[in-house]
Nanobody, 124 residues
């Protein structure tokens, strides 16, 4: 089993920055891809960014391109989401997800490990 624990959420003003962290523990050697998703109140969970462990390939949803950056630290089994120029519409619970598949999938169903989520609130 793999456990994912997010941290780093909080309240920030529009234009500000936050860095989210997701620490993986357990059978982490089987994880090849990790991603961030978010869910705003009353909306479905949506893809934000993904990174493949092997070649560090990344992919982002259009609304965060140029503002968010996903990265990972192999030694710490941790993936990060640096969020800059935050907007009120970025307000959501952010979830970390992992899968044993080598993929850049944007689908919820592709990921079988999920964290508990961390709240990000951007005030205008």
């Amino acid at each position: 089993q793999v456990q994912l624990v997010e941290s780093g959420g909080g309240l920030v003003q529009a234009g500000g920055s936050l860095r989210l962290s997701c620490a993986a523990s357990g059978r982490t050697f089987g994880i090849y891809t990790m991603a961030w998703f978010r869910q705003a109140p009353g909306k479905e969970r949506e893809f934000v960014a993904v990174i493949r462990w092997g070649d560090r390939s990344t992919s982002y949803t259009d609304s965060v391109k140029g503002r968010f950056a996903i990265s990972r630290d192999n030694a710490k089994n941790t993936v990060y989401l640096q969020m800059n120029s935050l907007k009120p519409e970025d307000t959501a619970v952010y979830y970390c997800a992992g899968t044993e598949y080598y993929t850049l999938s944007r689908q919820n169903s592709s990921y079988n490990y999920w964290g508990q989520g961390t709240q990000v609130t951007v005030s205008s």
